[in-house]
């Protein structure tokens, strides 16, 4: 079946940027998305990609899209504590990664 | 606008028990679904439907049962609950189904516990 992986957990400092990366197996989705979720809170749509793009940026956010290998990332420049969450990567009728927990420290 | 509303935010079952946990929308969202979230897992889909009327099974469907009669509400029903349904459930609706939900809408999500 569809596969997406993501590591657990990203530690970065506050003004440093922040990289969190997504491998999948589905080929075949037409979008990528990222969403955010916030302590005790539901999921938030983050941004999303269509897959015959290799690049987004939307204000601090960056998604980058490797269909090659299969490989997708979100940048955000300038981290901030409140960027603190956990961010899923989605793809397809919405498979999600197990979520990368970002902790911001001052 | 209220979105998608989950209810209750909190539960607590003894092992056996039945409930049915709530998801409404006022959106007239045609798609909607319940995921289960668990530590390191991410979110597993339980159950979904495209349209009133219309439910299919997703990746975790076992032990639950779902039903659409209206637009409006999709209720998950836990028929006799088991401690490995200790989870975060949460609702999502989207105007477009399959790929095209960039516009999925998720509840706030309802915590279970079953001792």
């Known amino acids: 079946g569809e596969d997406v992986e993501q590591s657990l957990f990203l530690s970065v400092r506050e003004g440093d940027s922040s990289v969190i990366n997504c491998t999948y197996t589905d080929s075949s989705s037409t979008y990528l998305y990222w969403y955010k979720q916030e302590p005790g809170a539901g999921l938030q749509l983050l941004t999303y990609i269509f897959s015959n793009m290799d690049m987004k940026q939307d204000q601090r956010l960056t998604v980058l899209l490797n269909k090659k290998d299969k490989h997708l990332s979100l940048r955000i420049a300038d981290t901030q504590t409140g960027d603190s969450a956990i961010y899923f990567c989605a793809v397809g009728k919405l498979i999600f990664g197990q979520g990368t927990e970002l902790s911001v420290k001052p | 606008n209220a979105g998608v509303t989950q209810t209750p935010k909190f539960q607590v079952l003894k092992t056996g028990q039945s409930m049915t946990l709530q998801c409404a929308q006022d959106?007239?969202?045609?798609?909607m679904s319940w995921y289960r979230q668990d530590p390191g897992m991410g979110l597993r889909l339980i159950h979904y439907s495209v349209g009133a009327g219309i439910t299919d099974q997703g990746e975790v469907p076992n032990g639950y049962n779902v039903s659409r009669s209206t637009t409006e509400d999709f209720p998950l029903r836990l028929l006799s609950a088991a401690p490995s349904q200790t989870s975060v459930y949460f609702c999502?609706?989207?105007?477009?189904?399959?790929?095209?939900?960039?516009?999925?809408?998720f509840g706030s999500g309802t915590r279970l516990t079953v001792v």
């Open positions: 959106m007239n969202h045609e798609y």
């Open positions: 999502a609706s989207s105007s477009a189904g399959s790929e095209a939900n960039y516009g999925y809408t």
